[in-house]
T-cell receptor, first 113, second 116 residues
Framework: AQSVTQLDSQVPVFEEAPVELRCNYS??????LFWYVQYPNQGLQLLLK??????LVESINGFEAEFNKSQTSFHLRKPSVHISDTAEYFC???????????FGAGTRLFVKA | GAGVSQSPSNKVTEKGKDVELRCDPI?????LYWYRQSLGQGLEFLIY????????KSGLPSDRFSAERTGGSVSTLTIQRTQQEDSAVYLC??????????????FGSGTQLSVL
């Protein structure tokens, strides 16, 4: 069975500082990995995804995540955060041949001025 | 419709009553999921429908929970004899599935269920 662990429930950070949100997964087969974001009072939406190919994937708003198979990780990073990045971030995994998507518990990113 | 639609947006019920939550997925999406979002619990997988295959019910927390998907489109999640611990936001999501690639999930706005 697959599972997702997000090690930090909350991450407070000052504006323009770098941030890393950690995600580790467990699966016995090949995986597809996702980060979803939920802004305050909004629904969940896809931020970025890894399906195959380059292990480094990027979003349009400056976030990136790197698939590390040996460490079974898919950490999310941004070199300089904005107030508007304040949201809850969910890491998710689905496996090759099985389309069920499992989510982590979420990390609440709080960007302070 | 343009997106995943869920109704009602809010539901307040008394302990012991039954509730039905509805989800209209995006037209043409073959996969449909129900998740539960509780404070501090993240997104808990409940059930997954894919085309005409038997649903994956492995996430349903008890036999009080059931779900149907009629005609491969609209889905209803039913909670019988509701308990206070059932209070949560129930989210529906749908996606396209191509070959072995899992497409992204499109989420509805959720139903906030409050059991008094």
């Amino acid at each position: 069975a697959q599972s997702v662990t997000q090690l930090d429930s909350q991450v407070p950070v000052f504006e323009e500082a770098p941030v890393e949100l950690r995600c580790n997964y467990s699966s016995s087969v090949s995986v597809y990995l996702f980060w979803y974001v939920q802004y305050p009072n909004q629904g969940l939406q896809l931020l970025l995804k890894y399906l195959s190919g380059s292990t480094l994937v990027e979003s349009i708003n400056g976030f990136e995540a790197e698939f590390n198979k040996s460490q079974t990780s898919f950490h999310l990073r941004k070199p300089s955060v904005h107030i508007s990045d304040t949201a809850e971030y969910f890491c998710a995994v689905s496996s090759d041949g099985g389309f069920k998507t499992i989510f982590g518990a979420g990390t609440r990113l709080f960007v302070k001025a | 419709g343009a997106g995943v639609s869920q109704s009602p947006s809010n539901k307040v019920t008394e302990k012991g009553k039954d509730v039905e939550l509805r989800c209209d997925p995006i037209s043409g999406h073959t996969a449909l999921y129900w998740y539960r979002q509780s404070l501090g619990q993240g997104l808990e997988f409940l059930i997954y429908f894919q085309g005409n295959s038997a649903p994956d019910k492995s996430g349903l927390p008890s036999d009080r929970f059931s779900a149907e998907r009629t005609g491969g489109s609209v889905s209803t999640l039913t909670i019988q004899r509701t308990q206070q611990e059932d209070s949560a936001v129930y989210l529906c999501a749908s996606s396209l599935v191509h070959l072995a690639t899992n497409e992204k999930l499109f989420f509805g706005s959720g139903t906030q269920l409050s059991v008094l």
